[in-house]
């Protein structure tokens, strides 16, 4: 249920004065320690950004889709390693329990997801299964009394801290999709291991790292939906996720947006203002242009979601066009730097790294490409 226009506007507002205020000041030591200060995280959880899309009948603030992606576009002018910290909480590693979870595990998780309690992953990706992400080898088998879980999952965001994990495993002969099935696997249980943290490209405090199961007996009340449902559930729980990722993209772009602003209004040569030389006016009108397209592009997709539509093929679309697009306005920043924006100090280079990954991760380009083109093919036109 959508919040009144006030509570909402109120929100949005402390979220905003949050970015500027508390986490900006933070950038350059997040990406120094690649690690999100303590403090910072019991800010947030008090703040409910850890329950942004779980219902208020589980604690949390039960948000639309549109009003979740306002806020993501919000969050997005900061590091994006901050969001991440509870990104899987609201996104892939809460919401395929909130899709097809019974109301017994949604009574005994979603409370303390909301409140930041329990860290949640999602594991889909495996070191030999990427896009094609129906192949999963991870193995679940039914003993008779319990599943038994093998298998080794990667990339897995936030894994390090993770207390929960859906787990995509096959439980089927049926080939692709058709034989997985998705668990709920707490860390605690015995068999359940992390490895060590990659080192990554950017979104420094944010960590990934393999997760490996080895023989865990999983209780046949840790599956979510019906056997053979898995990666349908996550399917949509990445329908989702993309819609809040794309608008993530448009937040770093407007954060880039007026950084290059305030740069080029200050920065000298030729006897004016770099935002005088209409080279540079181009570059900025080339970015707000994408970044207003996308924003567009977004909350009416956010909007036909809570309306009741199918948006696979919009979601896709969004994903594609706003992660694409937020890689061009962050080469464009550092452009309009110059040297400056090659240099750590000014922070442009540690967003073009950051930005780099919404290319890839939830569905690359091309994985985006080929499912707008399957549902434009099938819808006919
Ligand atoms: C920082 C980070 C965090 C992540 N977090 C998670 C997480 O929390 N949970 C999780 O499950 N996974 C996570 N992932 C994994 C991520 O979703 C995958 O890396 C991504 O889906 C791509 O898979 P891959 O890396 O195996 O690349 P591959 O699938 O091997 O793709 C390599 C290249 O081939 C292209 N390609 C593949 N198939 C086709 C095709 N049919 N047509 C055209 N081109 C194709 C791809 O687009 C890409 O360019 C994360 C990854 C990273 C880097």
């Not at 390090?160 to 696997?185: H, I, N, Q, W, Y």
């Amino acid at each position: 249920m959508a919040l009144d226009a006030e509570t909402f506007d109120a929100l949005i507002d402390t979220v905003r004065r949050f970015v500027a205020e508390r986490l900006r000041p933070l950038e350059a030591d997040v990406e120094a320690n690649d690690a999100i200060p303590d403090d910072v995280t019991a800010e947030m959880k008090a703040m409910g950004l850890f329950g942004l899309s779980i219902a208020e009948d589980y604690g949390g603030l039960g948000l639309t889709m549109i009003e979740e992606a306002k806020v993501a576009i919000e969050l997005g002018r900061t590091t994006p390693a901050f969001r991440s910290s509870f990104g899987t909480n609201v996104g892939i590693g809460s919401q395929g329990l909130v899709m097809a979870g019974s109301p017994e595990q949604k009574a005994e998780w979603l409370p303390r997801i909301a409140s930041g309690e329990v860290i949640t992953s999602f594991a889909l990706t495996e070191p030999d299964v990427g896009s094609d992400s129906g192949a999963v080898k991870t193995k679940a088998v039914w003993d008779g009394q319990a599943y038994r879980l093998s298998g080794t999952k990667r990339y897995i965001t936030n894994a390090d801290k993770a207390d929960l994990f859906t787990v995509m495993a096959r439980t089927g002969d049926e080939p692709g999709g058709r034989g997985v099935s998705a668990f709920l696997v707490p860390r605690s249980l015995a068999g359940v291991s992390i490895g060590e943290p990659e080192n990554k490209m950017g979104q420094k405090g944010a960590k990934v790292a393999d997760v490996m199961f080895d023989d865990v007996i999983v209780p046949a009340e840790n599956r979510l939906g019906a056997e053979g449902e898995g990666f349908k559930i996550a399917m949509r729980v990445l329908d989702r996720g993309r819609l809040h990722i794309s608008a993530v993209c448009v937040g770093v772009a407007e954060r880039l947006i007026a950084d290059c602003v305030a740069y080029a209004s200050e920065r000298k040569q030729f006897g004016k203002p770099i935002a005088e030389h209409q080279l540079i006016q181009a570059m900025i009108a080339d970015s707000k242009t994408e970044a207003l397209a996308a924003r567009a592009l977004v909350l009416e997709t956010a909007a036909a979601k809570d309306a009741g539509k199918d948006v696979v093929m919009e979601s896709a679309a969004a994903k594609y066009f706003a992660s694409e697009m937020v890689g061009r306005v962050a080469d464009r920043a550092v452009q309009i730097y110059g040297g400056a924006g090659y240099i750590a100090d000014y922070g442009i280079e540690r967003l073009y790294r950051d930005v780099r990954l919404f290319r890839i991760y939830e569905g690359t380009s091309q994985i985006q490409q080929l499912i707008i083109a399957r549902e434009t093919l099938k819808r006919g036109g």
